[in-house]
């Protein structure tokens, strides 16, 4: 069940611009899949679905990787989606464009840096939890050079 449900999100996000989890939730259930909020959620997070912005400028879920397709890189994603970073003592902050938080959480959980504690996301905001003050300022730096990176190959 598990399979064919998460293969079913893969084409309903290749066919339907798809901006949160509740129209995904919505469109599993209309196709007969009876899953809650926190399932979709685990299975967005395990096919490390991200968002990107779609034509129509605002973002939607898409697959990490399509077939026959360079990934896109997480800097991709940073520079479309991080608003500021920033940092006090051992905890990270970083604003994102609204409703992107899940999607950079995942991506930085997926980098596994070494002094990462943990990550908490929200609808817009992110808590990294660092186990040291340096840890912090260096993760600080590096989501600020991503920031800055465009990916001109990419589309979406």
């Known amino acids: 069940m598990k399979t ?6 893969l084409e309903l996000i290749k066919e339907h611009h798809i901006e949160t989890q509740s129209e995904l939730l919505e469109m599993l259930r209309k196709d007969g ?12 997070k395990e096919m490390r679905l991200i968002k990107i912005l779609g034509p129509n400028g605002t973002y939607q879920y898409a697959a990490e990787m399509l077939s026959g397709e360079e990934p896109p890189s997480h800097s991709y994603l940073f520079s479309t989606a991080v608003v500021s970073v920033d940092s006090a003592h051992t905890l990270v902050v970083i604003k ?9 959480c995942a991506a930085l959980d997926a980098i596994d840096r070494a002094g990462v504690l943990g990550t908490i996301a929200g609808d817009d905001t992110i808590f990294v ?3 040291t003050d340096s840890v912090a ?5 590096d989501i600020k050079k991503m920031m ?4 001109n190959s990419f589309t979406s």
């Not at 064919?4 to 999100?9: K, L």
């Not at 300022?137 to 730096?141: D, E």
């Open 33 to 44: 899949f009876h899953v809650t909020q926190a399932t979709v959620s685990r299975d967005i």
């Open 148 to 151: 800055t990176v465009k990916n």
């Open 96 to 104: 994102t464009q609204i409703g992107m938080a899940q999607a950079v």
């Open 129 to 131: 939890a660092t186990r």
């Open 137 to 141: 300022l260096t993760l600080v730096a």
């Open 4 to 9: 064919r449900r998460q293969e079913r999100i």
